[in-house]
């Protein structure tokens, strides 16, 4: 069965530090893999997909399929990072997003 | 424009109770979803609509939970006979099309339901 692990409940760094959220996935085929985000009192927002292989708010994401992972990274945190976190699958089959179970990201002053 | 809109923002209802919930969708969104958020979980899938047809009706947690998509535009999310396991926060998005790969689903700020 399709499944998306998000190890880490909190993760707390200082500004200015490299942040890595962790994702790993299962599923045999071709994934398509997402990050969204959640700002405090914001809506569910998507924020990058490995299908575009963009950078967005100077986050980054690499599928390595060898590892089944999919670990989002900054190489600066800013205070306006905090949020939580989800990584999520789908496939060319699908007609949903299989969401982890979420990280919450805490940048420290 | 404007975004998904879901409604009420908070349900508070006793055990054993039905209770609606709706999402409006960005118009002219043909595709549908809902979805559950319970404390320390991940966002469950509920189920989805292309149009007023759902072709995946495989997240939906037992027969008490049943949804339905008019004129391909509102949805309206039903759970009969509440139970406190059924307490979370629901949360409805909307597509241009189906596929998940290509297009963004849009969330709307979900309906919190507590079941007492």
Same mark, same amino acid.
């Given at each position: 069965?399709?499944?998306?692990?998000?190890?880490?409940?909190?993760?707390?760094?200082?500004?200015?530090?490299?942040?890595?959220?962790?994702?790993?996935?299962?599923?045999?085929?071709?994934? %398509?893999?997402?990050?969204?985000?959640?700002?405090?009192?914001?809506?569910?927002?998507?924020?990058?997909?490995?299908? =575009?292989?963009?950078?967005?708010?100077?986050?980054?994401?690499?599928?390595?399929?060898?590892?089944? =992972? *999919?670990?989002?990274?900054?190489?600066?945190?800013?205070?306006?990072?905090?949020?939580?976190?989800?990584?999520?699958? =789908?496939?060319?089959?699908?007609?949903?997003?299989?969401?982890?179970?979420?990280?919450?990201?805490?940048?420290?002053? | 424009?404007?975004?998904?809109?879901?409604?009420?923002?908070?349900?508070?209802? %006793?055990?054993?109770?039905?209770?609606?919930?709706?999402?409006?969708?960005?118009?002219?969104?043909?595709?549908?979803?809902?979805?559950?958020?319970?404390?320390?979980?991940?966002?469950? *899938?509920?189920?989805?609509?292309?149009?007023?047809?759902?072709?995946?009706?495989?997240?939906?947690?037992?027969?008490? *939970?049943?949804? %339905?998509?008019?004129?391909?535009?509102?949805?309206?999310?039903?759970?009969?006979?509440?139970?406190?396991?059924?307490?979370?926060?629901?949360?409805?998005?909307?597509?241009?099309?189906?596929?998940?790969?290509?297009?963004?689903?849009? *969330?709307?700020?979900?309906?919190?339901?507590?079941?007492?």
């Amino acid at each position: 069965a399709q499944r998306v692990t998000q190890p880490e409940k909190l993760l707390s760094v200082f500004k200015g530090a490299p942040v890595e959220l962790k994702c790993n996935y299962s599923y045999s085929g071709s994934p %398509e893999l997402f990050w969204y985000v959640q700002y405090s009192r914001q809506r569910l927002q998507l924020l990058l997909r490995h299908i =575009s292989r963009e950078s967005i708010k100077g986050f980054t994401a690499d599928l390595n399929k060898g590892e089944t =992972s *999919f670990h989002l990274k900054k190489p600066f945190a800013q205070e306006e990072d905090s949020a939580m976190y989800y990584c999520a699958l =789908s496939y060319s089959s699908a007609s949903k997003i299989i969401f982890g179970s979420g990280t919450r990201l805490s940048i420290r002053p | 424009g404007a975004g998904v809109s879901q409604s009420p923002s908070n349900k508070v209802t %006793e055990k054993g109770k039905d209770v609606e919930l709706r999402c409006d969708p960005i118009s002219g969104h043909t595709a549908l979803y809902w979805y559950r958020q319970s404390l320390g979980q991940g966002l469950e *899938f509920l189920i989805y609509f292309q149009g007023n047809s759902a072709p995946d009706k495989s997240g939906l947690p037992s027969d008490r *939970f049943s949804a %339905e998509r008019t004129g391909g535009s509102v949805s309206t999310l039903t759970i009969q006979r509440t139970q406190q396991e059924d307490s979370a926060v629901y949360l409805c998005a909307s597509s241009p099309r189906w596929s998940t790969t290509y297009y963004e689903q849009y *969330f709307g700020p979900g309906t919190r339901l507590t079941v007492t």
